[in-house]
């Protein structure tokens, strides 16, 4: 179960080398996809609206007020992160782990150059390359995010919290347990407001995996699971695409990527 997990001691910086020290082709793919779910969605609301994007005063998607996102389980990667930074007031990193906690708050002052490559993956759109040209990525970064410890189970007190959310394998990949996996995408789906867009990824058929000497805990999940894990609380134009592993494996004992983007219904 998730609780009987080690968090504290997961090892961040071998964590970050193994994974995001250099940008994977199975990476770039997601944030390809996020990029343009998030692009997209935020232009077709101003063109309704008739307004400024959300984030510069405009009503928030479903809130009503300035864009509030919310990476669950941040762990030690900024992407998610980035790609909600051109239309967020606030981004809560959100995260269990001390360990990840400590790595999150070091790189909120100034993070690391490696990142940069992912960044300009995101540059591909619009809205991020306006950012850019306007300031810093990193100024607006430390601006713009918050890193908040605790167990993403809690998060059911703030149901309908937030504007925009991501959630990168953690819902799969914290416990064996399938009954935690589906909880798990429930309490991400339910703290973000009805209508509120947001993306997840997920390993496929993972068998648990390694970080520095620790082993973690994972629930082999189908795309078909993932999907129905979803479904109570997502739109029904909500888009599950598997990434495969086009550029060779990151590790032994999963079959691919997946990953969703949807907005959040309005069931309570
Ligand atoms: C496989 S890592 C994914 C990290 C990061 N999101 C990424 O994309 O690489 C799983 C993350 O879930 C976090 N986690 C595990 N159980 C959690 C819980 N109950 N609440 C919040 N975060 C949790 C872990 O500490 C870890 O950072």
């Known amino acids: 179960m998730n609780a009987e997990a080690s968090w504290d001691l997961f090892d961040s910086a071998a964590y970050v080398d193994h994974n995001y020290r250099f940008l994977r082709s199975d990476d770039a793919r997601i ?4 990029r343009d779910h998030f692009s997209d969605y935020f ?3 101003r063109e309704k609206s008739g307004g400024p994007v959300p984030g510069t005063g405009a009503p928030a998607p479903g809130t009503g007020g300035p864009v509030h996102g919310i990476d669950v389980g941040a762990g030690a990667n900024l992407y998610p992160a ?3 930074l051109p239309w967020c007031d606030t981004i809560t990193l959100f995260e269990r782990s001390a360990a990840n906690i400590a790595y999150l708050e070091g790189q909120r002052p100034h993070y690391d150059a490696h990142w940069d490559e992912f960044w300009d993956v995101l540059r591909g759109r619009d809205a991020y390359r306006e950012l850019a040209e306007d300031d810093d990525p990193r100024v607006v970064f430390r601006k713009t995010v918050e890193v908040a410890q605790g167990d993403l189970f809690s998060l059911d007190r703030f149901r309908g919290r937030w504007s925009l959310g991501t959630m990168f394998f953690v819902a799969e990949s914290m416990s064996t ?3 935690e ?3 798990g995408v429930e309490r991400f789906l339910r703290a973000l407001a009805p209508g509120a867009p947001f993306a997840a990824a997920f390993m496929e058929g993972s068998q648990g995996y390694k970080v ?18 979803l479904a109570p609380y997502a739109e029904e134009d909500v888009t599950v695409t598997p990434i495969g592993m086009p550029g060779g494996a990151l590790r032994p004992g999963y079959e691919g990527m997946i990953v969703a983007c949807g907005r959040r219904n309005s069931v309570r």
């Open 82 to 84: 980035l790609s909600m």
């Open 43 to 45: 232009r077709s609301f």
């Open 212 to 229: 520095g000497e620790r082993f973690f805990p994972a629930c082999s999940v189908t795309g078909t699971e993932i999907r129905a894990a």
């Open 31 to 34: 944030l390809h996809l996020v």
């Open 181 to 183: 996996f589906e909880t």
């Open 177 to 179: 347990s399938h009954r």
